[in-house]
């Protein structure tokens, strides 16, 4: 059993792992399993805050769910309104405006988080630390 703790360095993160590969078929509630569970919310932990994932692009995640969902252009007419203002959105010739955003979290379930960010901007550090999944 290796001493837990925090991982804090990228070797830490590596010998972990590693005893992660030793462990991993360990049963629930044995020793091994119990420490096998613990290493794995540390490494998460310290992936999570080493290599932040950022939100996708707002436009990307709308192609996205389009794809996910078998939809056409022609699908978005209710949620941002004539084909030529889905065509401008797409083509990132339009904005997303707060209308539109509303409608297209609410009928596509696309994160008001998500659509609300300006293209290529990041997230302001007033959000710093938020666990958007929950």
């Known amino acids: 059993m290796m001493k837990i703790k925090i991982i804090k360095t990228d070797a830490e993160h590596e010998t ?6 030793e462990i991993f078929n360990a ?3 044995t020793p091994d399993g119990d420490e096998l569970e613990l290493l794995v919310h540390l490494v998460e932990q310290y992936e999570n805050d080493r290599y932040p994932i ?3 692009d707002p436009i990307d995640a709308i ?11 022609g699908d978005l007419l209710p949620y941002i309104g004539s084909k030529s203002k889905v065509s401008e959105v797409l083509s990132r010739k339009r904005p997303l405006s707060l209308s ?3 409608k297209l979290n609410e009928g596509l379930h696309i994160p ?3 659509l609300l960010q300006e293209p290529g ?5 007033l ?7 929950k």
């Open 127 to 133: 959000y710093d630390g938020v666990d958007w999944k």
């Open 112 to 114: 008001a988080e998500v």
């Open 54 to 56: 950022d939100f996708p």
């Open 63 to 73: 192609k996205f769910r389009m794809e996910q969902q078998g939809l056409k252009q």
């Open 100 to 102: 539109m955003i509303r």
């Open 27 to 29: 049963k629930l509630g």
């Open 16 to 21: 972990a792992l590693e005893r992660i590969d």
């Open 121 to 125: 901007k990041a997230l302001s550090p």
